[in-house]
């Protein structure tokens, strides 16, 4: 299944990369949300698949079955995701603040710190 | 697994595929806001299904964990989107000229 | 003869919650749907841990089944709830076939209060 | 919550704590956890603390009647929700829908915070109804309801069968 | 003994970051324990210098599992720098922070934040493992984020929202790319990605993966054409912020480049060189055209950050001895120098009123020791001699020169003229200039202020006149740099 | 010898406290230290051939050492740059009489006479160019020392960016010049020649080198910067842009005859430049009316014919060189003090209010006198003697051209010569004389020791012959020179030519005086576009192409930047992927019902979130996308992946619900988001992009080296049956630490966002956002 997963992440990757080229900061941070998704899932594919047992040490076993899946990208998944997680909600705070601030989400009309006039 | 599990097992999981599916139908279809809550509400729904059944499938307890997890946490997502309703109709009430009631939130 | 049940309880939920859903795609406006999501579907998913329990029938499962089905009994009314109101609310047209509606000019978006029928109020203790 | 001799007769809690005692002892006498024996175990301990109802005090102990009617209430439930769920899944999955909704208020008895949520929770997962909204006032609920063809039986359904057992239960 | 020195990097700006969150409530508290934490950052980073110079590469595997199992921090010359300067930066920037921060900016966590930001460019000075190294990228880039807007003005929050965007980009691109190279080879330890890289079959994706990764680290050190978040936000923050992420951020991508394309993607010199040179090139000329056109004192400082990360670059690109002599070197110098210049611009703001070169002026008959103290970094930054910003110019045409690398030669001296120019430009219009509201009337700053600018002043002096013990240091971590071996070694030991 | 090159740095630190402690009696103090090191340079005249070297080591990583060697040609310019100095040390005393910044004066200039010095004794190339670039800089800040003037920063910033220019050419083309040499040591390299020369890197070394030393000395096109620099205070004028900086150039030209001369390139570059330079400047001067700017042109003129007589590397044009530059010196330093005696007893420097001044001025006039006399080339000053020698080697070069050109120029000089140095102080007297009255002693003392040197120096040429000219010719040469000076030899055909050039000059003079108004006016235009306007223009053009790059690269738009970003990215990567074996993986297994749905769920969901057009369902769909995503982990034998995804992507859905309560309605819908194509494509590339990555990643058979390490030591070490558990928090505890630091900060930092500072409101103070000063009100609030 790894292919049909490879393939979905790309579908991830496209609208996420089209939503991040929108004008509405929201917009381009919801892509922002779907491109975590993405690359988690790529690491997730990329250390390989398995159907058989999670990572989980049977009782009474030493070793993890030859079958169980490869316990290292799931860890760093899970590192990922909750990073992903904190770098998100701040900028939605920051969205929201900004909101309040320049009177706008969209990233066209901000122009205080670049303003139109100067180069 | 006999053949009875094995059976029962794979036509549950079609079962749930097709749920998935048409409550994912729902949610895209609306029209107005809450139709699409509750069809998130239920897809939701419908994944802690799988993950039940999962762990029903593979014997290992961590699926019924997440199971457990997702009807708790699921909640709050319902929640949110509930009261995110209750605003837009709030503010709608003070609107001159609201917009199309499929486009509430705009 | 656990077998059975398991099996049994594995079908029955799943068709429940396959129901759960086609009753949100088919039923025609968004309070019906909001029937079939939270009786279908909790029923469903409590059949499913029902059957974890059995299923896999040591005691720390089976008390974490239950613990799910909990969870669900408490949780699916109130979201219901929840999303009902936002319904009433937001005043989404309901199906025609709308026999009678008690709550109608009930809220007052304003001052954000539900009022009970004019007929009726409870006296204050 | 009434007990009537604190001094010589042990409360509910303290019948619950013995009952589940001897559930666990059933369970360690078998040597299995499984939910059957736990099951057996807990209805094995009832049936003892029952029979022996006059060492803890009057024949109706609040324990022995709170506990009936905790499963009564909730195989009534349990055959609710079951119910609800036969009839939405036959509206749905019949060539069409028929459905006759409507909303009604139905008045309250109960009073406090923690009645008035439980019925409405419970309202919801029963057949054919659902709560939507308490009035501010908390003396109504208004319930919607998929096939509406007499309103007063349902409000008589609701205040008799629910309202009722779940007052019993809780009071 | 060693080994905790390379810990401790991380571990005290990480206990200085819970340590002032815990006194958040007791203003003098809070600073004097975030300087003395910084201040024990510094004395960690001078042994850890020590060790390695003493004993050469530092090595530790954290809980002591083996590499390339767990984590391992290697500490070469270069991490150990590194690693030092920006205890330096931070130090400096952090005395600076005192004297400027009001009461609202302290509450909103500019200590701890300051200190998170420092255990992440710590972190990722000495580890020797690529998740790791984005981890500690995500720990200085939220960090950032968090001390960037501190003061909630309109021109911070429109500089937040394009520089948390970028960001963002970068980041999962980071992350992607580290996924696909796991993928590729199974290991995420450097060296042992050294070792096994060679073996990956699939060429064509081990580029690819490659060219990604470079290119988050490209936006990161923001190179040409991926530099539009710094010049659209680093000159909207406190001074204080604005200097130690002109000092640092930047070199943290310009680090990770090094440390990748020296150590890891050695297998396809060609075309990665030829790309590093081409990106060094435009990013010397757009980043110095961009700072002609700016009247801003931080907006022509950001431009020239740009600029400058393409010397650096520029160093890595050509890839012999002495141009990573040369990178290393201006590494050093421009952080230094640049959080500097930032420092100084919060001064003549003071004095002057405003960064607007505009609405500036006078400041060289009002405060003549300002404009000594602006004076050396400037004309550092310029490359003039004998300051160190001369040296590590001249070695890095040299190096050019050497390889017969015209054009990139010609590019790196138009640059150098053109920084003349912006820095003339200040020079002009801020201290010449008279006033043109008149006369100004505040000609002192705290010593607070003065004494951090002070010191980095000095220390580019020093640099200059003294070069030859710096220049000793780079050599030993540009020859480190040139022995992948010899750092897969010293990690892994005797693995196959 | 580092000891003389650092003692006017240490001067230089001490003289503004030395300033501030004794005021302007320091100044003499002051005049101590040129004075001091003019005396060593006498007492050391006598090693001048083959020269001394003194070297200490400075970055040996670099071959850069403080090497310094003194021969025939330092000893000159040490010579010239310490008198010269003592004098104008004395002469700034006076005329910067109660200046404010008196200290930072003399600091810059003692830095200045430092690097001049270390240019000229320098035997390293690292440490010549140090210096080199030491004299821009304290030119700049000498030349903008009356920073008030808008004219003089524009003048300053000139001269840097020239001579800059200039000093990075000079840099490129010293360290080819020290490859093709083989050493970093001027002495070592002058015995390089045979090879050098032979040296592919010959050419583009000397090129740039010679662009170093002639926008240092002025050269045309270069030389634009020169005239503006006269809005340093005179002093400065008299040093730097006469006597000593701007003679750095033909120094280091001089210095490398011996290497990089005799060939046709130099011959050529330095004969034209420099002829084109001489005649320039002399036609120049004559249109000018400012009595500096008339000086500041002859020295162009002057520097020209320096760089012309070094052309032909020749033992008479050599000597000339050297003559030429030892009275150019001298006339050139007197006539400018002069000047400055006018300008400031006067009150103008403008020539055509000034007349009658020799009543009121008698010591100037005299001072000028005898300077003109040199700067004309007549008899009674050294003049007549490099004259001589200029005739001789116009006749070694043989080519008529540059001897017409020569001649012409000479004839302008004599001219201008008049002009300046004798006109102002006859005739009626002017309004400006009315005023004037004599100079004080310090700003007398420079112009009458100046030109009495030349006086004596005429009459008595041997003197300078031996003991200065002849050594300096030797160094430049590489071999001994000599030769024998006498005031008269003959009435050849070069006497008569130098008689017919007076002549000529004075009848320019007369011409002058009746028509250079008229000269002037016409030649405005022409004036207009010189390269001074050139300079203007490239600055501009600069500009213009600064800020249009800027516009379009810098364009404050954040969906260009993501855009730019993202294709840049998917560019690099394609061109990168070509260069290998890209073997894809293909399906193996035919997967699951529940697989697929969830896949086809999540990919829909993700399509739905991108086509939403109100909110809800965008972010609805997102949630989906979570759902699918951890129903995949799920799938995948990822429990605590699942739950974690799961748990975030509900919260982050209820963080999105609960921000876009707080924004006002807007269309979450792609309105305005365009160009539509374009940002279809990109997002295409990239999805498509990460597919192939993925799949080529896929391809490549899995090392299972840490993942079975992990499974076999999770429980005996790690002591935890949940693998992933252990990773996380035992092996790879590392990674935790910073994950929890990075989420406790993004609370922090979203803390932050929501603190408004208690500040003005925002507006009304531009770019900086209305960030007030922060040390105005920042504190005590
Ligand atoms: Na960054
Ligand atoms: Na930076």
């Not at chain 6, 100095?85 to 003399?106: D, E, I, K």
């Not at chain 6, 010959?202 to 002639?214: D, E, K, N």
Request: proline share 4%; aromatic share 10%; glycine share 8%.
């Amino acid at each position: 299944m790894e292919p049909a997963l490879a393939i979905l992440v790309g579908i991830l990757v496209a609208v996420a990369v089209w939503l991040m080229l929108s004008r509405n900061f929201v917009r381009l941070l919801l892509g922002f949300a779907m491109l975590g998704n993405g690359v988690n899932l790529s690491i997730f594919v990329a250390g390989r698949l398995s159907r058989e047992a999670p990572p989980l040490v049977v009782e009474g076993e030493v070793v993890l079955g030859a079958a169980a899946a490869n316990a290292l990208p799931q860890a760093l998944v899970l590192t990922a995701i909750v990073i992903g997680f904190g770098l998100l909600s701040f900028a939605l705070v920051l969205a929201w603040k900004a909101h309040e601030r320049l009177g706008t989400v969209r990233t066209d009309e901000m122009r205080v710190a670049e303003p139109e006039r100067t180069p | 697994m006999t053949a009875l599990i094995d059976i029962a097992m794979t036509a549950s999981w079609v079962m749930l595929s097709a749920a998935f599916l048409i409550g994912f139908a729902r949610l895209v279809r609306g029209p107005h806001l809450p139709d699409r809550i509750v069809a998130l509400d239920m897809l939701a729904l419908i994944g802690i299904c799988a993950a039940a059944l999962h762990a029903l499938e593979t014997g290992a307890t961590a699926y019924l964990d997440l199971a457990l997890v997702m009807a708790l946490v699921s909640f709050l997502s319902t929640v949110a989107f509930a009261r995110y309703v209750e605003w837009v109709a709030f503010r709608r009430a003070d609107q001159a000229n609201p917009p199309p009631l499929d486009h509430a939130d705009d | 003869m656990i077998e059975l049940l398991v099996a049994a309880l594995m079908l029955g939920g799943s068709a429940f919650a396959l129901v759960a859903a086609i009753g949100v795609w088919r039923l025609p406006d968004a309070m019906m749907r909001m029937h079939a999501s939270s009786k279908a579907g909790t029923l469903g998913g409590s059949m499913l841990f029902l059957a974890v329990a059995f299923g896999l029938g040591d005691f720390g499962t089976a008390v974490r089944a239950v613990a799910g089905i909990a969870f669900l009994l408490l949780t699916a009314p109130v979201a219901s709830h929840l999303i009902g109101r936002a319904t009433y609310l937001l005043d989404v047209p309901l199906h025609p076939a709308q026999t009678r509606d008690d709550l109608a000019g009930r809220y007052d978006l304003k001052s954000r209060t539900c009022r009970p029928p004019d007929t009726r109020g409870r006296e204050k203790p | 919550m009434t007990n009537r001799s604190p001094a010589k007769e042990p409360g509910a809690p303290a019948l619950l704590v013995l009952n589940l005692m001897l559930m666990l002892g059933w369970c360690g006498a078998f040597g299995t956890f499984s939910p059957w024996a736990l099951a057996t175990g807990f209805a094995a301990g009832f049936a003892a603390l029952w029979l022996t109802r006059h060492l803890w005090g009057t024949l109706e102990g609040s324990y022995f009647r709170r506990t009936i009617a905790g499963f009564s209430f909730s195989l009534f439930y349990a055959k609710a929700l079951v119910v609800s769920a036969w009839q939405v899944a036959r509206q749905v999955l019949s060539p069409t829908i028929t459905a006759r909704p409507g909303v009604i208020a139905v008045p309250l008895t109960a009073t406090r915070d923690v009645e008035i949520a439980t019925l409405a929770n419970l309202v919801t997962l029963t057949p054919g109804t659902m709560s939507i909204d308490v009035s501010d006032d908390r003396s109504t609920l208004y319930v919607h309801v998929m096939l509406l063809d007499d309103p007063d039986a349902v409000i008589a359904d609701i205040r008799d069968n629910f309202e009722a057992r779940l007052l019993e239960v809780l009071r | 003994m060693n080994g905790w020195f390379a810990a401790l990097a991380i571990l005290i700006p990480l206990a200085a970051s819970a340590v002032t969150l815990l006194a958040h409530a007791r203003p003098k508290a809070q600073t004097a324990l975030s300087l003395g934490f910084a201040a024990l950052l510094l004395a960690d980073a001078v042994l850890l210098m020590g060790a390695v110079w003493r004993d050469g590469m530092v090595v530790v595997q954290a809980s002591a599992w083996d590499a390339p199992f767990g984590i391992t921090l290697a500490v070469d010359t270069l991490g150990a720098v590194m690693t030092l300067i920006a205890a330096i930066t931070g130090l400096a920037c952090l005395v600076y922070a005192t004297a400027e921060i009001a009461e609202e900016h302290r509450r909103a966590f500019f200590h701890p934040l300051s200190h998170v930001l420092l255990a992440g460019v710590c972190g990722s000075f000495v580890t020797g493992d690529l998740f790791n190294l984005y981890v500690w990228f995500e720990v200085l880039l939220i960090a950032s984020f968090g001390l960037l807007v501190i003061g909630g003005t309109k021109a911070q929050t429109d500089g937040a929202v394009k520089y948390v965007a970028l960001n963002l980009v970068a980041t999962s691109l980071f992350l992607f790319s580290v996924g696909l190279i796991y993928g590729l080879t199974g290991t995420l330890n450097m060296a042992d990605l050294a070792r096994v890289v060679p073996r990956v079959e699939n060429t064509g994706v081990l580029n690819a993966a490659a060219m990604m990764l470079m290119a988050a680290f490209g936006m990161k050190a923001a190179v040409f054409p991926l530099f539009f978040w710094l010049p659209a936000a680093y000159h909207t923050p406190l001074v204080s912020v604005s200097a130690v992420f002109a000092g640092l951020l930047t070199k943290v991508g310009v680090y990770a480049l090094m440390r990748v394309v020296t150590l890891i993607f050695t297998h396809d010199p060609a075309w990665i060189h030829g790309v590093l040179l081409w990106t060094a090139g435009l990013t010397m000329v757009t980043g110095v055209l961009g700072a002609a056109a700016q009247n801003e004192w931080r907006r022509i400082l950001s431009f020239h950050i740009v600029s400058q990360i393409g010397y650096m670059i520029m160093g890595l690109a050509i890839g012999t001895k002495l141009a990573l002599v040369g990178a290393v070197f201006y590494l050093v110098h421009h952080i230094v120098v640049k959080a500097n210049l930032f420092l100084i611009a919060g001064v003549a703001q003071r004095l002057a009123g405003s960064m607007e070169l505009k609405r500036s002026g006078g400041l060289y008959a009002a405060a003549p020791w300002l404009a000594m103290l602006f004076f050396i970094p400037a004309f550092s930054l310029a490359g003039f001699p004998p300051l160190s910003g001369f040296w590590a110019k001249f070695i890095l045409i040299k190096a050019a020169l050497d390889e017969r690398g015209w054009w990139i030669a010609a590019a790196a001296l138009v640059t150098g003229l053109l920084t003349i120019y912006s820095m003339t430009k200040i020079w002009g219009e801020a201290f010449w200039k008279p006033h043109p509201d008149g006369a100004i009337t505040v000609t002192t700053a705290p010593r607070a202020m003065t004494v951090p600018i002070a010191v980095l002043a000095a220390c580019t002096i020093v640099i200059g006149l003294f070069a030859q013990p710096f220049l000793a240091v780079a050599e030993r971590a540009a020859a480190e740099l040139g022995d992948p071996a010899a750092y897969a070694a010293a990690v892994l030991g005797a693995l196959p | 010898m580092l000891t003389v090159v650092l003692t006017p740095f240490a001067a230089a630190l001490a003289a503004p406290f030395l300033v501030a402690r004794l005021g302007e009696r320091a100044v003499f103090l002051f005049a101590l230290v040129p004075a001091g090191l003019f005396l060593w340079a006498l007492a050391n005249l006598g090693e001048a051939f083959p020269g001394r070297i003194e070297a200490t080591p400075w970055v040996p990583g670099l071959s850069a050492s403080l090497s310094f060697a003194l021969d025939g040609l330092s000893a000159l310019f040490t010579l010239l740059i310490t008198g010269i100095g003592t004098l104008v040390v004395l002469y700034a005393g006076g005329y910067l009489h109660g200046h404010p910044q008196l200290g930072r004066f003399f600091a810059i200039l003692f830095a200045f006479m430092g690097a001049m010095l270390g240019v000229v004794l320098s035997d390293n190339i690292l440490a010549l160019f140090v210096f080199w670039e030491l004299t821009s800089l304290t030119s700049y800040l000498l030349v903008g020392f009356e920073s008030g003037k808008a004219a003089a920063r524009r003048a300053a910033l000139q001269a840097l960016l020239i001579t800059g220019t200039g000093g990075l050419c000079l840099l490129a083309g010293l360290i080819l010049l020290a490859e093709a040499g083989g050493s970093w040591e001027l002495s070592d390299i002058a015995l390089a020649q045979s090879w050098l020369q032979d040296s592919p890197l010959y050419t583009p070394a000397l090129i740039l080198i010679l662009l170093g030393c002639f926008t240092k000395s002025a050269q045309f096109p270069f030389h634009s910067w020169l005239p503006g620099a006269m809005a340093a205070p005179t002093p400065v004028s008299a040093y730097l842009h006469s006597a000593t900086m701007v003679k750095a150039g033909v120094y280091l030209l001089a210095r490398l005859e011996p290497a990089l001369g005799g060939s046709e390139l130099w011959l050529y570059s330095l004969g034209i430049i420099g002829a084109i330079t001489m005649l320039l400047g002399a036609v120049f001067a004559l249109l000018e009316t400012d009595l500096k700017l008339v000086l500041a042109w002859t020295t162009v003129s002057a520097l020209g014919t320096l760089v012309f007589l070094l052309a032909p590397s020749q033992e008479p044009s050599v000597t000339a060189a050297m003559a030429f530059l030892l009275v150019h010196a001298l006339y050139k330093g007197a006539l400018f003090m002069v000047a400055g005696n006018i300008d400031h007893e006067a009150g103008t420097r403008d020539l055509t209010k000034l007349s009658g001044l020799m009543r009121a001025m008698p010591v100037t006039f005299a001072a000028a006198a005898l300077a003109s006399v040199s700067m004309a080339g007549l008899p009674a000053g050294l003049g007549w003697v490099a004259k001589e020698m200029i005739g001789t080697a116009k006749v070694a070069d043989n080519i008529g051209l540059t001897l017409t050109a020569a001649t012409v120029a000479n004839a302008m000089l004599f001219a201008v010569a008049a002009i300046a140095g004798i006109s102002p102080y006859f005739g009626a007297k002017s309004d400006a004389a009315a005023k004037a009255h004599e100079a004080p002693w310090t700003m007398l003392a420079g112009p009458v020791v100046l030109g009495g040197l030349g006086l004596i120096f005429g009459m008595v040429p041997q003197l300078a012959a031996d003991r200065l000219i002849a050594p300096a010719a030797s160094a430049v040469l590489g071999t001994k020179a000599t030769l024998e000076i006498t005031l008269f030899k003959a009435f050849d055909w070069k006497f008569m030519l130098t008689l017919a050039t007076f002549a000529a000059g004075a009848m320019l003079f007369i011409a002058w005086r009746r028509y250079g108004a008229a000269w002037r006016e016409r030649a405005d235009p022409i004036l207009a576009r010189g390269p001074d306007r050139g300079y203007d223009h490239v600055l501009a053009g600069l500009a213009a192409l600064a800020g249009w790059q800027t516009r379009i690269i810098q364009s404050g738009r954040l969906h260009r930047y993501v855009a730019a970003s993202f294709v840049v990215i998917a560019v690099m990567v394609i061109a990168s992927a070509f260069r290998g074996r890209f073997a894809l993986a293909g399906l193996t297994d035919t997967g699951r019902v529940i697989e697929w749905a969830v896949i086809a769920l999540t990919a829909a969901a993700a399509i739905v979130t991108a086509a939403a057009t109100t909110r809800l369902l965008a972010v609805t769909a997102l949630g989906m996308v979570g759902l699918g995503v951890a129903m995949l982990f799920m799938l995948f034998s990822a429990p605590d992946l699942a739950i974690t995804q799961f748990m975030v992507e509900t919260l982050v859905v209820v963080i999105l619900a609960l921000i876009l309560i707080r924004l006002p309605g807007f269309r979450l819908s792609a309105d305005g988001d365009g160009p539509r194509w374009l940002n279809l494509g990109i997002a295409g590339v990239m999805g498509t992009l990460v597919s192939l990555l993925l799949l080529g990643v896929l391809a490549e058979p899995f090392d299972m080296r840490l993942a079975e390490w992990f499974a076999a030591q999770s429980v005996p070490e790690g002591l935890g049956r949940n693998v992933v558990n252990v990773i996380l928090v035992d092996f790879r505890a590392l990674d935790t630490l910073g994950e929890i630091t990075v989420v406790a900060a993004a609370a922090m930092g979203a803390l932050a966002v929501m603190m408004r500072a208690a500040r003005k409101p925002d507006g009304g103070r531009g770019p900086d956002g209305g960030r007030a000063p922060d040390g105005g009100e920042g504190k005590g609030r």
